[in-house]
């Protein structure tokens, strides 16, 4: 089935400093991929997604590329905030033309903390 | 346009008690499928409805059912809840004409 493996956390960065977390999945076909952002105490809100090869997603200074060939949606920011604290879900759904099948399937959570 | 609502957002319950959990899509979408979020098994999916029909179920027992209304809001039902119920159920809904689902905040059960 399919799956989602993403970077072990917690990380924790200096403000300004790069961020990458590694997300890697297999799935048949051409699942469409999403980056999510938990804040504490909160629900799930959508960061970003991609829905073929080679498509960037970007939204808040954060980034990340489907690769087809590498089976990978690495998330990257070039300078992160202390408001960035948060826990990070990357997620797929199966191949979008298989209309009905919507069901996410996510990776485990990155815990990430920004320090002053 | 109003997000993804969930009601209640806390609920304390006892072993054996059944609950409904309620979830109201955003205005004009007709999917809306059910999460449980633990520490120990992260996001799991549970199901989906799309007009009314349940069209996709997750690996959980038969105590966990759903349905959804004509005016695409949804209601979870857990009967005879167990200690390992306690999570966080998210809600999340669709167009149905791309795959993006958009969560709401979740309602808090803890079971006691």
């Known amino acids: 089935g399919d799956s989602v493996t993403q970077m072990e956390g917690p990380v924790t960065l200096s403000e300004e400093a790069c961020l990458t977390i590694?997300?890697?999945?297999?799935?048949?076909?051409?699942?469409?991929l999403f980056w999510y952002v938990q804040y504490p105490g909160e629900g799930l809100q959508l960061l970003l997604k991609a829905t073929k090869a080679d498509d960037k997603g970007s939204n808040k200074g954060f980034e990340a590329t489907y690769r087809k060939e590498t089976t990978s949606f690495h998330l990257e920011k070039g300078s992160v905030q202390v408001s960035d604290s948060a826990v990070y879900f990357c997620a797929l759904t199966p191949n979008p033309s298989n209309f009905g099948n919507e069901k996410l399937t996510f990776g485990t959570g990155t815990r990430l903390t920004i320090i002053p | 346009k109003a997000g993804v609502t969930q009601t209640p957002r806390y609920l304390i319950k006892t072993r054996g008690q059944q609950v409904t959990l309620s979830c109201s899509p955003i205005?004009?979408?007709?999917?809306v499928s059910w999460y449980q979020q633990t520490p120990g098994q992260g996001l799991q999916f549970l199901f989906e409805y799309f007009s009314e029909t349940q069209r996709n179920k997750g690996n959980f027992p038969g105590r966990f059912s759903g349905r959804q209304f004509s005016n695409s809001r949804s209601e979870m039902n857990v009967s005879t809840l167990e200690l390992g119920d306690s999570a966080l159920y998210l809600c999340a809904s669709s167009s149905g004409l791309d795959e993006t689902q958009y969560f709401g905040p979740g309602t808090r059960l803890l079971v006691l």
């Open positions: 205005s004009g979408h007709r999917s």
């Open positions: 590694n997300c890697t999945y297999t799935a048949t076909g051409y699942p469409s």
